[in-house]
Structures are given as C-alpha cells and as structure tokens.
C-alpha cells in the first residue's frame, strides 16, 4: 500500500502548528491565560503576521519594533508630581520592576530587553493627588521605554500618562495597586500622524483595592495597547475602559485581558469607538477569564464602534472563559454600525442641521468614557479633540 504524504498534496502546517510537530500530540495556544510568557526576546518565534495574535496587525510597518535593537535610554518627560507621589528614574534590578508580569509576546520582551532604566511612579499618600506625565516628540529612532506605577496600601492618586509627536515606541508599564489602594490610570495616545506605538500594560490588583484603567487612542499611525489586568486579591475590583476614534489610514488596536484569579472580584470593561475615512482600521479583542479561584465574581464587557463613513473596517472579538461555576454573573457583548437614523431624525425634527445632529450622536456615544476619565483639564481636552476630528467628517 502506498502512503500518501501531505508534502505530495503541497500541504503545509498551519500558522499556529500542530499536525508537523515532533510531539504529535501538541495542541496550540488556544486561550489568553496559555500564552507563553519570558522576558527574554529570544524566546520568541519571529513574526510572521499569521499567528493569531498579529493576523490582524499591520506587521511590516512594526517590524523594527519585533526585531531591531531599540535605543532604551531614558527620555524628556514633564510632570508636575505632588509630595506625596514620587517620579524618578530607576536602574533595571529596582525591587518595583518585573513586580507585575511577564512579556507575552515578542515586542514587548524586545521592549524589556532593551530599557536601561524605568520610569518609577510611587504613590503613598491616602488623599487624592494627581500627576500629569507629559512625553512629546520622541523621534524616529526605533525605541524602548520602561515605567513602573506603584500605589502603596490605601493610597488614592490619578497618573495621567499623555504622549504626543513622534515616536517609534514599544513600551511596557507595570501597575501594581496594593491591598486597599485606589488608582485611575489614564493612558492617552494622541501621537502625530507617523507615529507607532506597541504598548503592553502588566497590572496586578490587590486585596480591596480598585483600579481604574483608561485607554484614549486618537493619534499615530499604528497604536497597539495591550492590557493585561489580574484581580489578584479578594475583594478586587477593575474598570477598564477605552475611547478611540480612527481616521484615513489609521490603525488602532486594543487587545485586553481581564483574569479573575481571587474571589469576590468586580470587573468591567467598555471601549468605544469611532471611524471615518478610506482605510480607517481598529482592532479590539476583549479577554475575560474567570478563574477556578474567582469565586463570587461579577464580570461583563462590551465595546462599541461607531461607523462614520464607508471604506473603514473594524474587528470586535469579545472572549468570556469560566473556571468555575460559583459566580454572581458573567457576560459580553460587541456592536458595530452606523448612525441611527431614529436618533438623527429625533434631532432633525427639532430644527437641528444633518451635520450639527451627527455631531451630537457621535459626541454623546462617546462622551461615556470621556467622563471616566476623572480629570477636568483632560476630559475638556478630550472633547476638544473628539470635535476637532468630527470636523473631517463634515468637511
């Protein structure tokens, strides 16, 4: 009998591998918690753009991010840190560094390779400050960057993390929230038109504390955020929220996890989105998983997206995993369309121009988030920047 081969049909494996495996009995990653983790760059596999995790990345425009050497040498910033909150820069074997987790793939422990010293922020005090980090024009040298946020027990602080100009950037930010701390952690993205940023956020949530996780994404060409929260401690609670609005050519993507290791752990998660314009792309993958540990959770995510104009395209993909079966309620949920044309005509029939009703559906679907941020000056700022873009598509 004559065997016949695959390599006889032109057969090749599949991009995650499996059936050409010297163990036969592999099975690839199949979950967010499976993935391997190392800080060392090399004990990644190249990138090819078919792995499940960069298919729908733009890999050719990030490869020297993937591969190159990255100059990790610490940067301008401007901050305006009060006394009880300390930002200074620290070398590699800091005992607050690698406090969080592990790079999950092979950008972020090239990032981690390369960083010489990291931005550290403590925060100590139990009444609310705020600190503002400003980082602008970072050049285009390809570039790691490190910064770790520390919030001691029953602290109460807001870290405001703002980048603008231009940057080819991969960056890793370790957040630890300690037992009865609360911390908002806004992240804004509103880089140059070239700009690529590759960012994983490591975050790890104590016993009765809270987190409050922001993402705002309006500039750069490519900005991938990846967040990877555990609630870590009974009692734990996470809000992770997210706004982004994509314009022609622009790549925006958000892939985060939510882990539910202890009981008695609340999380919630809401992006929102809008696009507009030829090529306008956003990507955002929702990971929740409920641990044998969790006990007694309550969790839910949803994300949003806004469609302004033809020739845009955006990918939802919402996971739930559950590990055990004692939980008060789980669930998820994705959206994607166009103007509802009910609210449009409610608005019309009221005297309200098409260009001016538009303007408020799209302002009033993102000003949810918005109004998460906690900040005055920011959120003010936000708005202005949501209008200045809303004015592209009326032009």
Known sequence: MTLVTPEQHGLKAHSDGGWDADDKGFVPVQTRSARPKSFEHADFAPVNGLEADWKLTPVKLIKPLLDDALDG??????????????????????????????????????????????????????????????????????????????????????????????????????????????????????WADDAIHLASHFVQVGRDATLKHTVVSLGGKVVRVNPSVHLSGEGADGELYGLYFADEGQHLEQRVYLHHQAAQTRGR????????????????????????????????????????????????????????????????????????????????????????????????????????VGDERLEARLQTAIESELEGTNS
Do not use: C
């Open 73 to 190: 040498t610490p940067y301008a910033i401007e901050t305006d840190a009060p006394e009880n909150i300390t930002v200074e820069w620290v070398a590699r074997d800091d005992a607050r560094v690698a406090s969080a987790g592990k790079p999950e793939d092979r950008a972020s422990a090239n990032a981690w390779t390369n960083f010489e010293k990291a931005l550290a922020i403590t925060v100590t005090g139990e009444e609310h400050a705020t600190v503002r980090i400003a980082r602008s024009d970072m050049g285009t040298t390809a570039r790691a960057a490190h910064t770790v946020i520390t919030a001691r027990p029953h602290s109460n602080s807001t870290v405001l993390i703002e980048s603008s100009g231009s940057a080819l950037l991969s960056e890793n930010v370790e957040i630890v929230v300690e037992d009865g701390a609360t911390l908002n952690v806004v992240s804004v993205q509103d």
């Open 269 to 372: 998660v809401n992006y929102k989105g809008a696009l507009q314009g030829a090529g306008a792309r956003t990507v955002w993958v929702g990971d929740v998983l409920i641990g044998s540990g969790g006990s007694g959770t309550d969790s839910y995510e949803q994300n949003r997206n806004l469609v302004l104009t033809e020739g845009t395209r955006a990918d939802s993909i919402p996971n739930l995993e559950i590990e055990t079966g004692d939980i008060q309620g789980a669930g998820h949920a994705s959206a994607t369309g166009r103007f509802d044309d009910e609210q449009l005509f409610y608005l019309q029939a009221r005297g309200i121009s098409e260009i001016e009703a538009r303007r408020l559906v799209v302002i009033g679907f993102l000003a949810e988030i918005v109004q998460k």
